[in-house]
DNA sequence: TCTGGGGTCCTAGGACCC
DNA sequence: TCTGGGGTCCTAGGACCC
């Protein structure tokens, strides 16, 4: 059996663990540049505040409602993250656990008898509520996908299910299924759940009774199959290995407000360079790609928002690299080709791929000594901005008076990771 | 006049996730 | 007026190799 253990409207917890005040209040919290809301809480959603929409849209509803609102603060829910994982694999050990996004993990049971799945996924949730004031959701049942079927019902039914649902008999799971429409289904996406209610198949359960071969040819080849064999309970999706290492590191931001000169642009550039290549030797690799893209800010045709199309180009380096100044050059190069005179532009992104391990750590012998100390200067340079403040040190191609950024009107402390900013209990 | 078969690697793009 | 950011996997198709 498997477990998925999912943190409750987590961005709004983590903000609350530190706000006591706010507790049974609502509370919201917004995306980077304080566009759309991101998380609610229950008294939130209660209020009637979507998911997922624009900010500006729902303001009126939050102000008249005295809803507490954040800009959101990753330093703070990373830290959280890291404690409620960490508090699972105490209990759990660590094979047993692999963390899937910021707010959720799997936990492989297999060893746990049937009669105690129950009073297990209660120790955790009860555990993890103690020792980080995150509360938590579980589901469980005998695969992944069927897992998060059981997560999304308990959490649905708080009060029946003290958040927590086992799915450990044929029936309990038929009964699920039938409660599940295919849109809510891991890995039904949009696309797919509309061609499936075009084929009639509504439910969880209808597609369960499809045949794998269907699957095969109607919902994108082996990943249809996949998903079809753990709806019909057969493992299929084992537990990973965390990726330690990733494959794309990308840094991309929309403006505040929309830009129109290319040094804006190119200051812009330079500066996501920077924190990529910061992700970039956290992991110890170099990138022998790095691809730069610009959207334009298209006229508001009155009809539903969408991105404009991004326009981008890529330079592939003679050499991996993990040297900011290295990236920096080409990237802001890239610039001078997009760029168009006389447009303006509301988002920029950096994107470094080919990702291979770096060969220049400290102190190597076998490459040359400029090498090694341009290696030290970077660890160097990350390590004051880590202890002391983000980008307290940076190359001038980042530029100093930073117009282009974007906003944070509503910036809670970083409570557990700045010493300056440590909570205050008078 | 007649021109194979079997591979690998890379990239772009589509789908999905939180 | 104002709509996030960062990832994954898979497939198809082209280039290239022997």
């Known amino acids: 059996m498997v477990a998925i253990v999912d943190c409750n409207s987590f961005y709004c917890s983590c903000e609350r663990v530190f706000r006591p005040d706010l507790e049974n209040k609502?509370?919201?919290v917004l995306s980077n540049n304080d566009g759309c809301i991101i998380a609610r809480n229950d008294e939130a959603k209660a209020l009637g505040v979507g998911m997922a929409g624009p900010y500006f849209m729902a303001k009126k509803l939050i102000e008249d409602n005295g809803v507490t609102t954040f800009s959101s603060n990753y330093n703070l829910y990373g830290n959280m993250s890291w404690r409620v994982m960490e508090t699972l694999r105490m209990l759990m050990g660590e094979k047993n656990v692999e963390v899937y996004s910021v707010d959720e993990c799997f936990i492989n049971l297999d060893k746990i008898p049937k009669h105690l799945l129950q009073s297990t996924a209660l120790n955790m949730k009860q555990m993890v509520e103690l020792w980080t004031g995150i509360k938590v959701s579980i589901g469980v049942a005998p695969t992944k996908v069927l897992s998060k079927v059981a997560n999304r019902l308990a959490k649905k039914n708080k009060f029946a299910t003290n958040c927590i649902l086992v799915l450990d008999t044929p029936l309990k799971i038929e009964e699920a299924l039938k409660k599940t429409k295919v849109d809510a289904i891991w890995g039904i996406g949009g696309q797919y759940a509309n061609k499936l209610k075009e084929k009639n198949i509504l439910t969880a359960y209808d597609l369960s009774k499809k045949d794998l071969f269907w699957a095969m040819k109607n919902l994108g080849g082996v990943v249809g199959e996949r998903l079809l064999r753990e709806l019909k309970g057969e493992k299929s999706k084992t537990l990973q290995k965390p990726l330690i290492e990733k494959k794309m590191i990308a840094t991309t931001r929309m403006f505040g407000s929309p830009v129109s000169d290319i040094k804006s642009i190119k200051e812009a550039i330079a500066t996501y360079t920077s924190r990529a290549a910061e992700k970039l030797r956290r992991q110890h690799g170099a990138a022998k790609t790095i691809s730069v893209f610009v959207i334009p800010k298209e006229p508001n045709n009155n009809g539903r928002f969408r991105h404009g199309p991004s326009i981008g180009s890529y330079f592939t380096l003679p050499k991996a690299t993990s040297l900011t100044?290295?990236?920096?050059?080409?990237?802001?190069?890239?610039?001078?080709k997009l760029f168009e005179k006389g447009r303006s532009y509301k988002k920029a992104g950096v994107m470094l791929s080919g990702l291979v391990a770096d060969s220049s750590i400290q102190g190597n012998l076998f490459v040359p000594h400029s090498n090694n100390c341009q290696r030290l200067l970077m660890n160097m340079i990350d390590n004051v901005n880590f202890s002391m403040r983000d980008d307290i040190l940076k190359f001038a191609?980042?530029?100093?008076?930073?117009?282009?950024?974007m906003q944070k009107n509503f910036h809670s402390p970083r409570y557990t990771t700045r010493w300056d900013e440590l909570r205050e209990v008078l």
Do not use: F, H, M, Q
Request: hydrophobic share 40%; glycine share 4%; aromatic share 4%.
């Open 325 to 336: 100044n290295e990236l920096i050059k080409p990237a802001v190069d890239l610039v001078d």
């Open 26 to 28: 609502p509370v919201v």
């Open 397 to 405: 191609a980042s530029g100093t008076t930073r117009n282009w950024k």
